[in-house]
C-alpha cells in the first residue's frame, strides 16, 4: 500500500495527516486521489460508508483550489444535515495549514442569512443539502457559476430521498467544463442516469464489488414470528451486555414507538428519525456519541449523518424496503478497520429477501437462534464477573472496609460470591425464568400480528395496503410513484412503503393512520386526464392480481365500485381497528413472559 507522501499531496496537507494521526491511506483513497491529482477529468467511486471517501475528493479538492481567491470554486452535495456538517468539519482539518482556506456548511435548520454572510466573506468550497442549496441559488445568495469541481457524495442516497430533481437544478447553474466526482455506495440506475447526464467519460473505480459489503462485518438473521419481533429486540441486547448499536427501523412511527418502550423497558435508547426538530436530533447524537445511549433507533434517513467508528452492531429490526439500503445499513458497523456484526430480525414471509440481499451485498448470512432466557443469564453472569475481575481498586473504600468486614465476618468466601453475584443473577432469573421460546423454525407457519404486551407495530396488522390502477406504462418507477404519493398525499418519506410497480397497474403501503386519509383523497382524482383509482388490496406484498380495472381510465363510477365503498366503512381493515380500539392504552401493558427487560440490564448499563 502507499504512503500518503507517495500519493502526490503538498506539504500543508501532509502536515495536517500528520496531526490527524492517519498512517495509510484507505483502498478508495489510494485509488482515487493520484487520479483526481493529476488528471481533470470526472470520477464514479463505489466504495462503502465508512472507508475514507470525504478524504478520498476532500484532498484532491483542496490541492486544486486556490485560496488566494474568494470565488467559490468546488461544491459538495450531501443528502443530510448531519452528513454535511461532517464533511465541512473533515475538510478544515484538512486544510487547517492552507492559509484563508473558507469552508461554508449550507443546510436547513439554520438561519440563511447566517450562510448567506458567511459565503460572502469567501468561500472556496462550499457544503451544501440540495434543498437549501436549491433555495439559496433561487434567492441569490450564492454563485456556482465558477466552480471547477463538484461533487456528489452518497448520491444514492440523495436520490433515495428524492433530490433528484434538486440535484439537476443546482447542476444548471454550474459550467460545462467543471469536473464532476460522484461517490456512492450502491450503483442503482438512478445513479448511473445521472453520471450518464452530468458526467463525461468519466474514469470508475471500484473499492470491492459493487454493492458488496464490507468483509469487517459478519450477517446474521432470527427467524422469529411477527408478534415476537420486540421481544426479539430485547433478547439480543441482554445477550450482548456491551452493545453499541443502531437499531434500523422502516417508518418514523416505529422508530418512536420502539425507541420509547426500550427506554421504558430500561434500556439506555434514543430516537433519531425526521418528526424531531434540530435541536432534539443534536441532542440525540451527541448522547451517543458519548456512548450515553448504547441504543440508537433511527430511521434510514435519519442515520446518513451517524459517523461513529465504535457502532458493535446494526440491528435490522424491519428490513428496507429496497435491498440496497441494507449495504448502507450495514456499512454503519465495521468502520475504521474494526469487525462488526449486523443482525436481521425477520418473519416467515421475509426470509426469501435475505436470499435476495445475499446475492447483491456478496456475502451469506448465517441464521441464529435468539438466546433463551438461561443463555442470557449466564452470559450476564459473566459480564458482570469480567468487569469486577477487572476493575481497578479504588482505595477510598479502605475507611469503610473495617464495618463491612465485621458484616461478613462469619461468611466464607464462597458464600459471599454467591451473595454478591445473586443480587444482579437473581433479578435476570426471575425475569427470564418462565420466558418463551422465540425462535420459529424455516418450515412453519407464521401468526399474524405485531402485538406483544399490548404493544402494536411491524407486524402486518399495522399497515393496509392498496391497489394504484397506474404503473410502468405511465412513466413510473417505484422511486416515482413513491415520490408523487408523498407529495400529493402530503406524507413522509417514511410514510409510503412497500411500493411494488407493475405494467399497468401497482402497490403500495401506509400505516393504518393514514387509511381514510388515502381513500378519501383518491375518491374523485384524475392524472393527466384520467381518474386514479385506489383501493384496499388483498395483496399483502408480491405476487398478481387479477387486473380487472388496470390500464383504463374508465370506471364504472366516480367511488370506483362498492367494495372500496366497503372498504372504507370497516372492510379489510376492521378487525384490526377494532382490535386496537379494545385494548385501549395498549403500550402500557406487558406480557407475562418477556415485559419489561431490562431492569437487570439497566443496572449494569448505568454503571456503563
Not at 117 to 141: H, N, W
Not at 296 to 319: E, F, K, P
Not at 482 to 508: M, N, T, W, Y
Amino acid at each position: 500500500m502507499s504512503t500518503f507522501q507517495e500519493l502526490g499531496l503538498n506539504d500543508d496537507l501532509l502536515h495536517a495527516i500528520t496531526d490527524l494521526g492517519f498512517e495509510k491511506p484507505s483502498e478508495v483513497q489510494e485509488k482515487a486521489i493520484p487520479i483526481l491529482l493529476n488528471s481533470e477529468t470526472d470520477l464514479v467511486a463505489l466504495a462503502q460508508t465508512g472507508t475514507g471517501k470525504t478524504a478520498a475528493f476532500g484532498f484532491p479538492m483542496l490541492a486544486k483550489i486556490d485560496v488566494n481567491s474568494r470565488t467559490t470554486q468546488g461544491l459538495i452535495l450531501s443528502p443530510t444535515r448531519e452528513l454535511c456538517l461532517q464533511i465541512t468539519n473533515e475538510m478544515k482539518q484538512y486544510g487547517k495549514y492552507c492559509k484563508g482556506l473558507n469552508v461554508v456548511a449550507i443546510y436547513g435548520g439554520s438561519s440563511i442569512t447566517d450562510q448567506a454572510r458567511e459565503v460572502k466573506r469567501g468561500a472556496q468550497i462550499i457544503v451544501a443539502t440540495p434543498g437549501r442549496m436549491k433555495d439559496m441559488i433561487s434567492r441569490r445568495l450564492v454563485d456556482i457559476s465558477k466552480i471547477q469541481y463538484s461533487v456528489l457524495d452518497e448520491a444514492d442516497e440523495m436520490l433515495n430521498m428524492g433530490f433528484k430533481e434538486d440535484i439537476t437544478d443546482i447542476l444548471s447553474h454550474t459550467p460545462e467544463d467543471k469536473n464532476t466526482w460522484l461517490f456512492s455506495a450502491t450503483m442503482p440506475r438512478e445513479v448511473a442516469r445521472i453520471a450518464k447526464k452530468f458526467m463525461d467519460n468519466p474514469q470508475e473505480i471500484t473499492v470491492g464489488n459493487k454493492n458488496e459489503s464490507t468483509s469487517n462485518v459478519t450477517h446474521e438473521y432470527y427467524l422469529v414470528n411477527s408478534r415476537d419481533r420486540y421481544q426479539a429486540l430485547k433478547r439480543l441486547a441482554d445477550a450482548n451486555p456491551d452493545i453499541f448499536s443502531v437499531v434500523f427501523c422502516r417508518t418514523k412511527r416505529d422508530t418512536q414507538k420502539v425507541a420509547e418502550n426500550l427506554i421504558e423497558d430500561g434500556y439506555s435508547a434514543g430516537a433519531l428519525h425526521g418528526d424531531l426538530s434540530q435541536n432534539q436530533r443534536d441532542l440525540v447524537m451527541q448522547s451517543f456519541r458519548k456512548n450515553q445511549i448504547q441504543m440508537l433507533v433511527a430511521t434510514d434517513v435519519a442515520a446518513r449523518g451517524i459517523d461513529v467508528d465504535d457502532i458493535t452492531h446494526v440491528i435490522n429490526y424491519q428490513l428496507p424496503d429496497e435491498i440496497e439500503t441494507y449495504t448502507h445499513r450495514s456499512g454503519r458497523t465495521g468502520r475504521a478497520g474494526k469487525n462488526g456484526i449486523s443482525m436481521v430480525i425477520v418473519s416467515k414471509s421475509e426470509v426469501r429477501k435475505i436470499k435476495s440481499i445475499e446475492r447483491i451485498i456478496k456475502r451469506e448470512f448465517e441464521k441464529k437462534e435468539v438466546p433463551d432466557g438461561m443463555e442470557i443469564c449466564e452470559v450476564q453472569l459473566m459480564s458482570l464477573a469480567n468487569k469486577i475481575h477487572n476493575t481497578e481498586v479504588n482505595h477510598e473504600i479502605d475507611k469503610y472496609l473495617t464495618s463491612i468486614n465485621e458484616m461478613f465476618e462469619e461468611t466464607s468466601k464462597e458464600e459471599l460470591i454467591k451473595k454478591f453475584f445473586s443480587v444482579e443473577f437473581t433479578r435476570f432469573y426471575n425475569y427470564y425464568q418462565k420466558s418463551k421460546n422465540l425462535n420459529v423454525a424455516e418450515g412453519s407457519r407464521d401468526r399474524e400480528g405485531g402485538r406483544e404486551g399490548g404493544r402494536d407495530f411491524g407486524g402486518n396488522s399495522n399497515s393496509t395496503r392498496y391497489f394504484i390502477n397506474v404503473g410502468e406504462k405511465d412513466g413510473f418507477d417505484w422511486m416515482k410513484l413513491k415520490d408523487f404519493l408523498k407529495d400529493q398525499l402530503q406524507l413522509g418519506r417514511d410514510d409510503v412503503f412497500k411500493v411494488e410497480v407493475k405494467e399497468s397497474f401497482s402497490f403500495f403501503n401506509t400505516e393504518n393512520e393514514t387509511k381514510d386519509k388515502v381513500l378519501a383523497f383518491f375518491t374523485d382524482f384524475k392524472h393527466e386526464g384520467r381518474f386514479v383509482n385506489v383501493e384496499v388490496s388483498e395483496n399483502r406484498g408480491g405476487g398478481r392480481r387479477n387486473d380487472r380495472r388496470g390500464g383504463g381510465g374508465r370506471r364504472d363510477d366516480k367511488r370506483g365500485g362498492g367494495r372500496r365503498s366497503d372498504d372504507r366503512k370497516g372492510g379489510s381493515g376492521s378487525r384490526s381497528d377494532r382490535r386496537r380500539s379494545n385494548e385501549g392504552g395498549g403500550s402500557s401493558r406487558r406480557s407475562d413472559s418477556d415485559s419489561g427487560g431490562g431492569k437487570f440490564a439497566g443496572a449494569r448499563r448505568s454503571r456503563r
